[in-house]
């Protein structure tokens, strides 16, 4: 008879030894769980989903994949956050951690800011983010997040916007050429992420994408943008996978993630070659020494921070995500709305008219127009272009709502917890923006506070870098858009169908017809 010898001997010795560290390790744990959450005052959680699955959750999972697909998949999140009274749930499930949702003003303000260094950015959103956007600001922790935002912050100081303005004019321009002059209907979101791409890759690297211009769209850029926007997706896609992302590989996305490196990582070079000669020739690069009217090029602005070809590549691309998707997003919901509002639009073109004093708006000007400000904050809120994300407990912490019989105690979130706050619930909150919260009116705003209620562009040390650029950009083509076209109507009355990839826009596109004011355009 075959014999299994000393090996077999050990291993029988040794399993019951792993098993009995096992118990003492996880006993070990609750112990140390039940002193931190008798220290900090926490209580059981107030509201516990219930699931049919307690062990996986596969019943919520397929609810959620199946919202996905109707596009509704972020009414259905928020609105299990609003059924909960807007306020704090956990998913329980016997082998995965457990997930916190909460659409709490202070419980957001907690995570974000006060308490900010105990949270960061979710394993699986940094894994899924990584192959396209590598080391960057928007796939990074601790000190590496702080080395990108410090990298990043002067090249979003400048003060002077009429440089950029020229270039968004001349941008604006190759959009009214795809504009329909015989009121046709049209498809006004396409256009959008056109114009947002070629104003967003001409800052960012000094050269557009040209996608608005065919006679100008190269083959190197036609190849990039569906590279880029083929990663994006593959990015999108491993985030909805969750845990199962491990066993995603596409080479198709693979080798679009290595031509679209290829492609900034050009530019980067050539913005690393100028610095090097203007410092042969003895010249400045520093942009408070540099004519404020000039060009601006946010790459050569870098190379004054690292000389890093792949950290230039890197940034380009993560700001890249957040110029373009998320400004071409929040046109597009806006339009979306007066389409079906004329008497906004109306009202909004009446005072871009009136404080308009040349042929473009100045920044000035801009700043000035109140309405304006409250139609670009009501469109935030009501179709937040990026409306839900997470945040990781870094170490066993807390959240100061959400405990005990009334959800008013503290509450235990363990090292590793996501916790997910979802913008449709936090910005329908009545108590905060009134019983009419569910419908889209501008006006609400006149004077309106909202504090950590209303967090489109997210809040403490990681707020958007890019607020004010892109606040900016919106700006300008909305007020160049309401000087150049009287009204606007659609032929599309079905309700809202969310596109929701890396941002949220409208799955249907935005199909309009535009009346043009002649004498301002020519037409």
């Not at 010249?283 to 921070?305: G, I, P, V």
């Not at 509002?341 to 000035?368: F, M």
């Not at 405990?403 to 363990?414: T, Y």
Request: aromatic fraction near 12%; hydrophobic fraction near 40%.
């Amino acid at each position: 008879m075959a014999s299994f010898g000393v090996g077999s001997d050990l291993i029988l010795y040794l399993s019951p030894v792993l098993v009995l560290s096992l118990l003492l390790r996880r006993l070990v744990h609750f112990f140390n769980d039940k002193k931190f959450i008798k220290q900090h005052g926490c209580q059981p959680p107030m509201n516990i989903a219930p699931l049919w699955d307690p062990i996986l959750g596969i019943d919520l999972v397929l609810q959620f994949i199946r919202a996905a697909r109707e596009g509704r998949y972020i009414r259905f999140s928020g609105g299990r956050l609003i059924s909960y009274n807007y306020g704090t749930y956990v998913i329980k499930r016997l082998a995965l951690p457990d997930t916190i949702y909460t659409a709490e003003p202070e419980n957001i303000k907690h995570i974000l800011a006060t308490e900010f260094k105990n949270f960061g950015l979710a394993e699986l959103r940094i894994n899924a983010m990584f192959p396209l956007f590598g080391s960057s600001i928007f796939t990074t922790n601790g000190p590496a997040w702080a080395h990108s935002r410090a990298l990043l912050r002067p090249s979003f100081t400048r003060s002077n916007m009429a440089p950029l303005h020229k270039m968004m004019e001349r941008h604006f321009q190759l959009l009214l050429s795809h504009i329909p002059r015989d009121k046709s209907f049209f498809d006004l979101q396409q256009l959008f992420f056109w114009f947002t791409m070629d104003t967003a890759t001409e800052f960012l690297m000094g050269k557009s994408t040209h996608t608005l211009d065919s006679t100008r769209h190269s083959e190197a850029e036609r190849h990039f943008v569906q590279d880029y926007l083929n990663c994006c997706y593959e990015a999108v896609l491993k985030i909805v996978m969750g845990k199962l992302q491990i066993f995603r590989y596409s080479r198709t996305a693979s080798k679009a993630r290595d031509r679209a490196w290829a492609y900034v990582e050009g530019f980067a070079e050539h913005a690393l070659a100028s610095r090097e000669a203007r410092k042969a020739k003895g010249e400045s690069a520093s942009e408070d020494e540099r004519d404020d009217s000039a060009e601006y090029n946010f790459l050569e602005e870098m190379t004054a921070q690292t000389n890093s070809r792949a950290q230039l590549r890197s940034e380009v691309l993560g700001v890249l995500l957040a110029s373009r998707d998320t400004t071409a997003a929040l046109l597009s919901s806006l339009f979306y709305a007066l389409s079906r509002r004329p008497h906004i639009y109306a009202k909004l073109r009446t005072e871009v008219l009136s404080r308009i004093k040349g042929p473009l708006p100045t920044e000035e000007e801009l700043n000035n127009m109140t309405y304006l400000r409250w139609c670009i904050n009501e469109t935030l809120r009501f179709h937040p272009v990026v409306p839900g994300n997470t945040r990781e407990a870094l170490c066993d912490t807390t959240i100061p709502l959400g405990g005990g019989p009334d959800g008013k105690s503290p509450l235990f979130v363990k090292k590793g917890t996501p916790v997910i706050y979802n913008l449709h619930a936090i910005h329908r909150r009545p108590d905060i923006y009134g019983d009419d919260s569910h419908e889209f009116r501008p006006e609400r705003w006149d004077g309106l506070r909202p504090g950590w209620g209303f967090i489109p562009f997210n809040g403490g040390p990681r707020i958007c870098l890019g607020q004010q650029f892109a606040l900016s950009e919106a700006s300008f083509v909305i007020a160049r858009m309401l000087q150049c076209f009287e009204s606007i109507e659609t032929n599309d009355s079905s309700d809202w169908v969310e596109s929701y990839s890396l941002v949220m826009c409208s799955k249907k596109g935005v199909s309009v017809s535009l009346t043009p004011d002649k004498g301002h355009l020519g037409w």
